[in-house]
């Protein structure tokens, strides 16, 4: 579980903006928005992020996602550069460092991990658990002349003599000490936890473009996901779909085959590929007693993308996972959009989701939402990401009784466009 996550001089975001999942002292919607943990936090289930476009919402998402690849997808090469831009709209920071945080639980035990990084390599890295006090796992510096790390280990870690050496030999100056590690065969107890938060708990960035059947047909296949939760939810959400059935395809679409033939792989990689059925799914709908079945590319954009979000909701409700979200409201009917988050309250127990949203109606419901889930972000002068929480405004501005979504159209919140008029001169010509 996520406790607080933090980015500097990231994309569009220049000073230090943190979204932090700890819970205010309100108990409004305790039991389905509230969890709570063996260090006495109090955590929230749920982050959901408005903002005008080009506000700096998805950015917080890349910049998550990007942690998540720096730790489990380390680069091979000294030469190759991170993906990643600083802020660009100052003179200053594209020749400074950039900055993520974050602070999380893993099997109990709270963990706080720092990176400090450009285009070419990680400058300082830091890591430290509580159990119960604050402690040092690793320390991290590079010399960037030398292009070298140097890492030290805290003195409650357990590591023979050749640790330390092994590790900063398989740490490229751009790997993070995690993706070092994960190149070596040494053995590390409080290392291995962290990656296995990373790799287990914490998922890939979905954007409007995932396509996230394929993947959910994938877990259904290997029963990684139960396909009557996923009949369940689409039965809950009006979708007249009596079954899911899961077949072979047994012809490599065309595509598919150009793609593999153009890898650079061993032949008999490819022969393999190429002959391991794929898995397709069809959608059963029962009509005046009659079953007729669809193939998932004839179902509409909605109940494709909810087919794929009932899948994760499977993964929520049974595991502990975090999961962000670009536009959860896209290709989704509003009211489908309060019945799937309503869903993810009210029956996971220890999951997160992060996401971004255009949906306004949620804030016409105090009943539904707590102030210290929903966030904002915003453009400040300087053109650079301003985020911050419903629940930090003072109570003059927001009351329990206030309409959040009138006080939110109206602008008082932030976080909308700042709109011209709408007429527009296509009849100047360029001076």
Same mark, same amino acid.
């Given at each position: 579980?996520?406790?607080?996550?933090?980015?500097?001089?990231? =994309?569009?975001?220049?000073?230090?903006?943190?979204?932090?999942?700890?819970?205010?002292?309100?108990?409004?919607?305790?039991?389905?928005?509230?969890?709570?943990?063996?260090?006495?936090?109090?955590?929230? !289930?749920?982050?959901?992020?408005?903002?005008?476009?080009?506000?700096?919402?998805?950015?917080?998402?890349?910049?998550?996602?990007?942690?998540?690849?720096? *730790?489990?997808?380390?680069?091979?090469?000294?030469?190759?550069?991170?993906?990643?831009?600083?802020?660009?709209?100052?003179?200053?920071?594209?020749?400074?460092?950039?900055?993520?945080?974050?602070?999380?639980?893993?099997?109990? *035990?709270?963990?706080?991990?720092?990176?400090?990084?450009?285009?070419?390599?990680?400058?300082?890295?830091?890591?430290?658990?509580?159990?119960?006090?604050?402690?040092?796992?690793? !320390?991290?510096?590079?010399?960037?002349?030398?292009?070298?790390?140097?890492?030290?280990? =805290?003195?409650?870690?357990?590591?023979?003599?050749?640790?330390?050496?092994?590790?900063?030999?398989?740490?490229?100056?751009?790997?993070?000490?995690?993706?070092?590690?994960?190149?070596?065969?040494?053995?590390?107890?409080?290392?291995?936890?962290?990656?296995?938060?990373?790799?287990?708990?914490?998922?890939?960035?979905?954007?409007?473009?995932?396509?996230?059947?394929?993947?959910?047909?994938?877990?259904?296949?290997?029963?990684?996901?139960?396909?009557?939760?996923?009949?369940?939810?689409?039965?809950?959400?009006?979708?007249?779909?009596?079954?899911?059935?899961? !077949?072979?395809?047994?012809?490599?679409?065309?595509? *598919?085959?150009?793609?593999?033939?153009?890898?650079?792989?061993?032949?008999?990689?490819?022969? !393999?590929?190429?002959?391991?059925?794929?898995?397709?799914?069809?959608?059963?709908?029962?009509?005046?007693?009659?079953?007729?079945?669809?193939?998932?590319?004839?179902?509409?954009?909605?109940?494709?993308?909810?087919?794929?979000?009932? =899948?994760?909701?499977?993964?929520?409700?049974?595991?502990?996972?975090?999961?962000?979200?670009?536009?959860?409201?896209?290709?989704?009917?509003?009211?489908?959009?309060?019945?799937?988050?309503?869903?993810?309250?009210?029956?996971?127990?220890?999951?997160?989701?992060?996401?971004?949203?255009?949906?306004?109606?949620?804030?016409?419901?105090?009943?539904?939402?707590?102030?210290?889930?929903?966030?904002?972000?915003?453009?400040?002068?300087?053109?650079?990401?301003?985020?911050?929480?419903?629940?930090?405004?003072?109570?003059?501005?927001?009351?329990?009784?206030?309409?959040?979504?009138?006080?939110?159209?109206?602008?008082?919140?932030?976080?909308?466009?700042?709109?011209?008029?709408?007429?527009?001169?296509?009849?100047?010509?360029?001076?």
């Amino acid at each position: 579980m996520i406790i607080n996550f933090s980015v500097q001089n990231f =994309g569009s975001i220049k000073e230090k903006q943190t979204l932090s999942f700890e819970a205010d002292r309100s108990d409004h919607l305790e039991e389905h928005y509230i969890i709570n943990t063996n260090s006495n936090l109090r955590l929230l !289930k749920l982050a959901l992020i408005y903002g005008a476009n080009a506000s700096g919402k998805t950015t917080i998402l890349k910049a998550l996602d990007f942690l998540r690849q720096l *730790v489990l997808e380390p680069v091979e090469k000294k030469t190759d550069t991170l993906n990643f831009y600083p802020f660009l709209f100052d003179p200053q920071t594209p020749k400074q460092n950039s900055i993520i945080s974050i602070d999380f639980i893993q099997n109990e *035990v709270r963990y706080s991990y720092e990176v400090e990084f450009n285009k070419n390599a990680i400058s300082k890295e830091e890591l430290h658990f509580f159990n119960p006090n604050k402690a040092n796992v690793f !320390k991290r510096s590079t010399d960037l002349d030398k292009q070298f790390s140097e890492i030290t280990f =805290g003195n409650k870690i357990k590591k023979d003599k050749t640790f330390e050496k092994t590790l900063e030999s398989n740490t490229l100056w751009n790997n993070s000490v995690l993706g070092g590690f994960l190149k070596t065969n040494i053995e590390s107890k409080e290392l291995k936890e962290v990656i296995d938060w990373f790799a287990t708990h914490l998922k890939r960035l979905i954007l409007t473009n995932t396509q996230l059947d394929n993947s959910i047909t994938r877990n259904v296949a290997n029963s990684e996901i139960n396909k009557f939760d996923i009949l369940n939810v689409l039965k809950k959400a009006d979708f007249n779909i009596s079954d899911i059935i899961l !077949k072979e395809d047994k012809e490599m679409p065309e595509s *598919v085959l150009k793609i593999l033939t153009a890898l650079d792989l061993p032949k008999e990689e490819i022969d !393999k590929l190429i002959n391991t059925p794929l898995k397709k799914i069809e959608f059963e709908h029962t009509v005046d007693k009659i079953k007729y079945t669809l193939p998932i590319s004839q179902e509409s954009q909605g109940t494709q993308r909810y087919y794929g979000f009932s =899948g994760l909701l499977s993964l929520l409700v049974r595991k502990s996972i975090i999961i962000p979200i670009d536009e959860l409201e896209s290709s989704l009917h509003p009211e489908l959009f309060t019945h799937f988050l309503l869903s993810f309250l009210i029956n996971s127990k220890k999951s997160q989701i992060i996401a971004t949203t255009h949906n306004r109606e949620i804030l016409n419901n105090k009943d539904i939402f707590r102030n210290d889930s929903i966030w904002f972000t915003d453009k400040s002068e300087t053109c650079a990401t301003e985020l911050y929480s419903l629940s930090d405004f003072d109570s003059s501005i927001v009351r329990d009784t206030s309409n959040i979504f009138n006080a939110y159209k109206a602008g008082k919140l932030g976080g909308t466009p700042n709109l011209g008029d709408y007429y527009i001169d296509f009849n100047d010509e360029d001076k």
